[in-house]
Nanobody, 114 residues
Framework: VQLQASGGGLAQPGGSLRLSCAASGSIFSPNRMGWYRQAPGTQRELVARITSGGSTDYADSVKGRFTVSRDNVKNTVHLQMNSLKPEDTAVYYC?????????YGQGTLVTVSS
């Protein structure tokens, strides 16, 4: 399975960014797709994820600001990030977990700064 992410970049505090990720290869269902992030000097942490059936989980720090969505036909997952804060600055990693294997894409850098 290959995961190709896009959409990172620079945003001002209070601004928005949208991350997208496309999965390809031998993808088994059901699965969960989502996003993790890692800031310098910290461990990778879950940001948000969504199951094939549409159930979602969010980190407490992003609830109400970020929205995860997916297209099961296109095998894509998106992360709409609003009201961005400097502490959201990190490398964001797309993830697919089919309850047997865990896959990560290359990271995309999100920087929130004025």
């Amino acid at each position: 399975v290959q995961l190709q992410a896009s959409g990172g970049g620079l945003a001002q505090p209070g601004g928005s960014l949208r991350l997208s990720c496309a999965a390809s290869g031998s993808i088994f269902s059901p699965n969960r797709m989502g996003w993790y992030r890692q800031a310098p000097g910290t461990q990778r942490e879950l940001v948000a994820r969504i199951t094939s059936g549409g159930s979602t989980d969010y980190a407490d720090s992003v609830k109400g600001r970020f929205t995860v969505s997916r297209d099961n036909v296109k095998n894509t997952v998106h992360l709409q990030m609003n009201s961005l804060k400097p502490e959201d600055t990190a490398v964001y990693y797309c993830n697919l977990n089919d309850y047997v294997n865990d896959y990560y894409g290359q990271g995309t850098l999100v920087t929130v700064s004025s």
